[in-house]
């Protein structure tokens, strides 16, 4: 009898998570989702992914395998969450021009730094916070020829470092990271540091592991559930962030102790005066605000400032690596820029923002590094704020949206021989360089890099110094060139090491 009591318990209570489970269907499933491969229950595609990168073949590659078989839009399920792959340009634009296709995921970056940010925010806090930082960020003269001066400080700061090797083999990573992220930081805080400077060196440090560990396609900071899984890396991921927040908050601190109204000297000043002008002179965000402005709060300014950091400085030091990279397999390709850079500049001085409409080619190899690099194959994922559809098929509310950047820069159809190396692509036939709609390294719509113009700036900047002032060989006896990358938030070659002979 206990026995009949027992199983009709466990009868009734499998029926009754049943009819849930189908309530739930019937009010959430949409009309018309987009296709896509079937998955475990609650796990979803997670093992097959997971499985799929532990073989070494990174999110990027086994999406476009996806796209083959189910078209360009389809959809996985991770966990609860639906998620829909991109993977041509016509669905990517259409789908990011979608104002309600705009927002954000939950990510761990928020939960880590203890603070939204630009990047990280949706709805209106996202508005005023963007619209504040290009703002202030053209006022600061970033993407405006007045700031190349300060880029080309690092610029001579660099090749001084470099020159320093005196031949030697080395692994160009640390300079590279040191010199892009001095340029932000001069943004941000009005500071730069010296490569050798310990400080700087653990930021970097903290902010290298935290892209690795983050997973291929920086599946960690969008799937934060993924942490419960072993091996996850999480404790590392964040005692990394904790360090991170840790030099934020004493710049931070610094420049309120030392704030003048009247001499804004960075970004981090003038933010502290919008929140002192947003909530009284205190300078702290405790009660309502005094302005309608009121998400540009001391709750957002570490994110924001830590976003500016990762994103002015991770993804550009990742292409220009793959940069010296593609020069040293490309032999004729770097024998060539430098022969327009001596033809355009000559050989007193280093190239200038002013001699860039006339280096066609050396702005095209840029472009081709960056097509072929792919330093940020998925982008950053969108999150569907309603019920919408895109090319006909439903979108449900909080699907995720995953542009995969590096099946558009691989497809047939847009880039003839696309795995080949060929700046001459972006040539037309009186041999001027032409950007295609299609190549979209920084994104496209209104969530676009927000350092895009402060990139394209320092990528020119510091190739062309390095074309112009040294030939980069393979070392001796060095092993083999690989062109394969390494996932994680980023995408970037696999640790290598240069030779640089100085140009006379």
């Known amino acids: 009898m206990v026995y009949l009591l ?9 029926l009754g998570i049943l009819v849930v489970l189908f309530l739930m269907w019937l009010r959430y499933k949409p009309r018309n989702l987009p296709p896509g491969p079937w998955g475990l229950p609650i796990l979803g595609s997670i093992p097959a992914i997971v499985l799929a990168v532990r073989r070494g073949v990174q999110p990027h590659q086994i999406f476009d395998e996806y796209a083959q078989k189910y078209g360009p839009v389809f959809r996985v399920r991770m966990f609860t969450t639906t998620v829909v792959v991109l993977n041509d340009f016509p669905s990517i634009k259409a ?3 979608n104002p309600r296709l705009n927002d954000r995921p939950h990510m761990l970056l928020t939960e880590a730094l203890k603070s939204d940010g630009v990047v990280m ?10 619209s504040f930082c290009l703002t ?44 892009v992220l001095n340029v932000i930081c001069a943004v941000v805080f009005s500071q730069r540091y010296d490569y050798a ?32 899984l072993p091996y996850s890396g999480m404790d590392k991921v964040l005692g990394n962030y904790d360090k991170v927040v840790q030099f934020l908050t004493k710049q931070i601190d610094a420049h309120r102790a030392t704030l003048d109204a009247e001499n804004m000297r960075d970004f981090t000043d003038v933010y502290l005066k919008e929140i002192q002008q947003n909530y009284g002179s205190n300078g702290t965000d405790v009660g309502s605000p005094l302005t309608a402005r009121s998400h540009l709060s001391e709750g957002n300014l570490v994110g924001t400032i830590g976003n500016l950091l990762i994103a002015g400085s991770v993804t550009t030091s990742a ?9 040293m397999v490309y032999q004729e390709v770097q024998k060539r ?30 472009w081709e590094i960056q097509r072929l690099g792919s330093v940020a194959p998925l982008g950053v994922s969108h999150a569907a704020g309603a019920d919408t559809q895109l090319n006909g098929m439903d979108i449900p509310k909080d699907a ?23 700046p001459e692509r972006f040539l037309d036939c009186e041999g001027k360089a032409v950007k295609p709609e299609e190549l979209i390294p920084f994104s496209t719509g209104r969530r676009s890099c927000i350092g895009e113009f402060l990139a394209k700036m320092e990528l020119y900047i510091f190739f062309s110094y390095f074309m112009h002032q040294f030939e980069v060989r393979k070392p001796d006896n060095s092993t083999p060139l690989s062109l394969k990358g390494v996932g994680g938030l980023t995408y970037e070659p696999m640790p290598f090491e240069i030779r640089v002979i100085k140009r006379d």
């Open 6 to 14: 027992w199983f009709l318990d466990i009868r009734t209570l499998i």
């Open 95 to 97: 789908a990011f021009q």
């Open 121 to 130: 925010a949706s709805g209106e806090p996202w508005v005023q916070l963007r």
């Open 136 to 179: 202030v960020l053209r006022s600061l003269g970033v993407g405006k020829s007045s700031f190349e001066e300060q880029i080309a400080v690092e610029g001579q700061a660099l090749l001084t470092e470099i020159a320093s090797y005196k031949e030697r083999p080395f692994n160009p990573k640390p300079q590279l990271s040191n010199a």
């Open 197 to 228: 400077d310990r400080e700087i060196r653990e930021l970097i440090d903290g902010l290298l592991s935290i892209v690795k560990q983050l997973g291929a396609g920086g599946a960690l900071n969008f799937f934060p559930g993924l942490r419960h």
């Open 319 to 327: 292409t220009l690596q793959w940069g010296l990279l593609y020069m």
């Open 337 to 366: 820029v430098q022969a327009e850079i001596d033809t355009v500049v000559g050989r007193n001085r280093l190239p200038r923002l002013a001699d860039k409409p006339n280096l066609n080619y050396t702005q095209a190899v840029i």
């Open 400 to 422: 995720l949206l995953v542009a995969n950047l590096w099946a558009v820069f691989r497809d047939p159809k847009l880039w003839p021989e696309p795995g080949q190396f060929k």
